[in-house]
C-alpha cells in the first residue's frame, strides 16, 4: 500500500513537470514568432510591388497595416503572456502539497500498513455474526459449510435458499439440484428448484421448471407453491381447466378476503375472456 502512495506521488510530481513544460513551449512559441510573421509580411509586400502586382495606393495601405501590427505586437497592442521562473515551482510546490495533504488525511482516518482482508478471513468474521448478515454474506459462510460438508443435504438446502434471497437464482438452482442429488424425493427441494428456474427465466416458467414443478407435487400434493406455478404454466398455454384444477387446493386454503386469492381469479378472468 505505501509503495502504490508512493508510485501515486511520483505520478503526481512527473504530470506537474509535463503540464509546465507544455505551458512553457506554448508561450515560447507565441512571443517573437508573431513579429518575425509581420517582418515576412512586410518583405511579401515590397516584392509584390517590384514585380508590379500591387498598386502604389494599395501597397502603401497594405503595408501600413503589416506595420501596425508589427508595432502592435499581432495582439492588438497586449503583450504576449510569459511565464517567470519561479512560476514552475509555485506550480510544481502546489501539486505535491496537494499530494501531501492527501497523503496526510489518508494517515489519520485510513489504515497505512494494514494488509488487505482476505475473503477466507471475512467468511471467519461473518461466520461469528450470522444473525447480523446479509443474505450474499450469510451464502457465504453456508457455501463453506457445504465445501466442509459436501454430503450434507440440510447444508445444500439453506445454500440454495440463502442464494435465492441473495438475488442469485442459478446458483440456488445448482444449490438444489446437489440436494436432490442426494434426496432425490424431497418436494420441497424440488418446488424450490423450480422457483429458482423461474426466476432465473424472468418469471416465465420454462419447461425444466414446470418438470420440477410437477414432480414436487408428484412426492407432495400439497406444494401449493408448485401448484401456484403450473396453474401459470397451464394458463400460458392456454388450458383455464388445467389451471384451475392446479389452483383447486389454493383456492381451498385462501380465504374470501385474501388479496391472493383476488389475484388468482383476476388471472383466471383475464384467461377465460383471451379468444
Not at 28 to 37: V, W
Not at 50 to 66: K, S, T, Y
Not at 164 to 177: I, M, N, T, W, Y
Request: no cysteine; charged share 20%.
Amino acid at each position: 500500500m505505501i509503495l502504490f502512495w508512493i508510485l501515486a506521488a511520483l505520478m503526481t510530481a512527473l504530470a506537474g513537470l509535463g503540464v509546465l513544460s507544455a505551458a512553457r513551449r506554448g508561450v515560447d512559441a507565441g512571443g517573437p514568432g508573431d513579429a518575425d510573421l509581420a517582418s515576412r509580411e512586410l518583405a511579401e509586400l515590397d516584392r509584390l510591388r517590384d514585380r508590379g502586382l500591387l498598386e502604389g495606393e494599395a501597397h502603401r495601405a497594405a503595408r501600413a497595416e503589416a506595420g501596425r501590427r508589427l508595432l502592435g505586437g499581432g495582439g492588438g497592442g497586449q503583450a504576449a503572456p510569459t511565464a517567470r521562473a519561479p512560476d514552475r515551482w509555485i506550480v510544481l510546490g502546489s501539486i505535491a502539497g496537494a499530494a501531501a495533504v492527501g497523503l496526510g488525511l489518508y494517515a489519520v482516518v485510513g489504515a497505512p500498513g494494514m494488509p488487505d482482508q482476505a475473503y477466507e478471513r471475512r467468511v471467519d468474521d461473518w461466520a461469528g455474526s450470522i444473525e447480523t448478515l446479509e443474505p450474499p454474506q450469510i451464502a457465504a459462510v453456508v457455501a463453506r459449510v457445504v465445501e466442509e460438508r459436501p454430503g450434507d443435504h440440510q447444508a445444500l438446502t439453506m445454500l440454495g435458499a440463502a442464494r435465492f434471497e441473495a438475488g442469485d437464482p442459478l446458483g440456488a438452482a445448482s444449490a438444489f439440484r446437489r440436494a436432490l442429488a442426494i434426496q432425490p424425493k424431497d418436494a420441497q427441494s424440488w418446488a424450490r428448484l423450480g422457483e429458482s428456474l423461474v426466476r432465473s427465466q424472468d418469471g416465465v416458467v420454462g419447461i425444466d421448471a414446470e418438470a420440477a414443478f410437477r414432480e414436487a407435487v408428484r412426492l407432495d400434493e400439497g406444494q401449493l407453491g408448485a401448484r401456484y406455478f403450473l396453474g401459470l404454466a397451464a394458463i400460458e398455454g392456454g388450458d383455464v381447466a388445467q389451471a384451475q384444477a392446479w389452483w383447486a387446493p389454493l383456492f381451498a386454503v385462501l380465504g374470501p378476503a385474501d388479496p391472493r386469492r383476488a389475484e388468482l381469479n383476476a388471472a383466471l378472468a383475464g384467461a377465460q375472456a383471451t379468444p
